[in-house]
Nanobody
Framework: QVQLVESGGGLVQAGGSLRLSCAAS???????MSWFRQAPGKEREFVAA????????YLADSVKGRFTMSRENANNTVYLQMNSLKPEDTGVYYC??????????????????WGQGTQVTVSS
């Protein structure tokens, strides 16, 4: 059983930065970790992913050049550094995990474990 807890959300002005954290309990060796976000009335969308062992990151086109994802395996924690935030980045950000596969899926339904979410609001 895996449990995920996100933190670090908040209210920032456009152009500002936030760093989100996702702390995992239980064994997530060989698990891929991802961030998703969901705005009210919209579908949950993929933001970023990282392989636990390989450290390779994948970013949605909408956040490339602004967001970075990293890991700290010793502490079972992954991070999402968000810079140059835009109002359209507003939403609830969720940490998700799934067993490793050759390709990392970008569909929310493919993930096994989810955190409770942390709110990110970017004002204009």
């Amino acid at each position: 059983q895996v449990q995920l807890v996100e933190s670090g959300g908040g209210l920032v002005q456009a152009g500002g930065s936030l760093r989100l954290s996702c702390a995992a309990s239980g064994s997530i060796s060989n698990y891929a970790m991802s961030w998703f976000r969901q705005a009210p009335g919209k579908e949950r969308e993929f933001v970023a992913a990282i392989r636990w062992s390989g450290g390779i990151t994948y970013l949605a086109d909408s956040v490339k050049g602004r967001f970075t994802m990293s890991r700290e395996n010793a502490n079972n924690t992954v991070y999402l550094q968000m810079n140059s935030l835009k109002p359209e980045d507003t939403g609830v950000y969720y940490c998700a995990a799934r067993r490793a596969s050759i390709t990392i899926p970008r569909a929310a339904r493919e993930y096994d474990y989810w955190g409770q979410g942390t709110q990110v609001t970017v004002s204009s």
